[in-house]
C-alpha cells in the first residue's frame, strides 16, 4: 500500500504535555504532509517536509523525517484543549500518484 | 478569499438511488480532489481534475465518477447507491497538480444510505 500508516491510533494528554504521533510508509516518497481535522470537518493542512529535509518546526509543532526508516513523526509541544482533533499524514509517492492519507491518529487533550 | 465549498452538507438516500455531490473549489484553483472518509478506512482517494481532465482515479468501481467545468467546479456522482457508500465526501482543492501544493478542504457532504 502506498498509504501512511499512523501510530498510534489514539492518544489521551493533559492540557501541557507533548503528543507525538508517527506516520510509517512502504514507498519512496516525494514528500509528506500533516493535516489536521477536527470532529467531522474539513482537514486543515498543517506542515509539509520534503524528503531532503530531517526536520522542520512552525510553531508548537515539529515534525521529523527518516527516509531510510520510511517513517515520519509530528511532535505537538504544549497541547491545549483546542488541539483535540485527528491528525493525518499524507504523502506523495515519488512515481504518478496523487495524496494518500493514512487512518490518523484521534488525540484528545483535556483541561 | 472564499473557501472551498461543498454542497449540500448532508444527504440522505435510500439503496439504488443515485446522488450528485457538488464542489466549488477556491478562486484560481485549476485541481480539485475527492476523497471518501469512513471510520474504518480513514481518507480514501477517489479521482482527480484538472483542467477538465480528470488525471488520477482512486481503485473505486466505475459507480463513482466525476467530472469539472470551465470554471474549475466539480460535481462527483454515485449510482445504484449501496449502503457501504455512507460516508463523508471530502473534496479539496489546489492551485496546480504539482506534489509540493498543500490541499484546501471544504468541510464535506454527509452521505446516508438506508
Known amino acids: 500500500s502506498q498509504q501512511g500508516e499512523e501510530d498510534p491510533q489514539a492518544l489521551s494528554i493533559q492540557e501541557g504535555e507533548n503528543a507525538t504521533m508517527n506516520c510509517s510508509y512502504k514507498?519512496?516518497?516525494?514528500?509528506l504532509q500533516w493535516y489536521r481535522q477536527n470532529s467531522g470537518r474539513g482537514l486543515v493542512h498543517l506542515i509539509l517536509?520534503?524528503?531532503?529535509?530531517r526536520e522542520k518546526h512552525s510553531g508548537r509543532l515539529r515534525v521529523t523525517l527518516d527516509t531510510s526508516k520510511k517513517s515520519s513523526s509530528l511532535l505537538i509541544t504544549a497541547s491545549r484543549a483546542a488541539d483535540t482533533a485527528s491528525y493525518f499524514c499524507?504523502?506523495?509517492?515519488?512515481?504518478?500518484?496523487?495524496?494518500?492519507f493514512g487512518a490518523g491518529t484521534q488525540v484528545v487533550v483535556t483541561p | 478569499k472564499a473557501g472551498v465549498t461543498q454542497t449540500p452538507r448532508y444527504l440522505i438516500k435510500t439503496r439504488g438511488q443515485q446522488v450528485t455531490l457538488s464542489c466549488s473549489p477556491i478562486?484560481?484553483?485549476?485541481?480539485v480532489s475527492w476523497y471518501q472518509q469512513t471510520p474504518g478506512q480513514g481518507l480514501q482517494f477517489l479521482f482527480e481534475y484538472f483542467s477538465e481532465t480528470q488525471r488520477n482515479k482512486g481503485n473505486f468501481p466505475g459507480r463513482f465518477s466525476g467530472r469539472q467545468f470551465s470554471n474549475s467546479r466539480s460535481e462527483m456522482n454515485v449510482s445504484t447507491l449501496e449502503l457501504g457508500d455512507s460516508a463523508l465526501y471530502l473534496c479539496?482543492?489546489?492551485?496546480?497538480?504539482?506534489?509540493?501544493?498543500?490541499?484546501?478542504f471544504g468541510s464535506g457532504t454527509q452521505l446516508s444510505v438506508l
Open positions: 517536509i520534503r524528503s531532503n529535509e
Open positions: 499524507a504523502l506523495t509517492p515519488d512515481s504518478w500518484g496523487k495524496f494518500q
Open positions: 479539496a482543492s489546489s492551485l496546480t497538480t504539482a506534489t509540493n501544493e498543500k490541499l484546501f
Open positions: 478562486s484560481g484553483h485549476r485541481s
Open positions: 514507498t519512496s516518497i516525494n514528500n
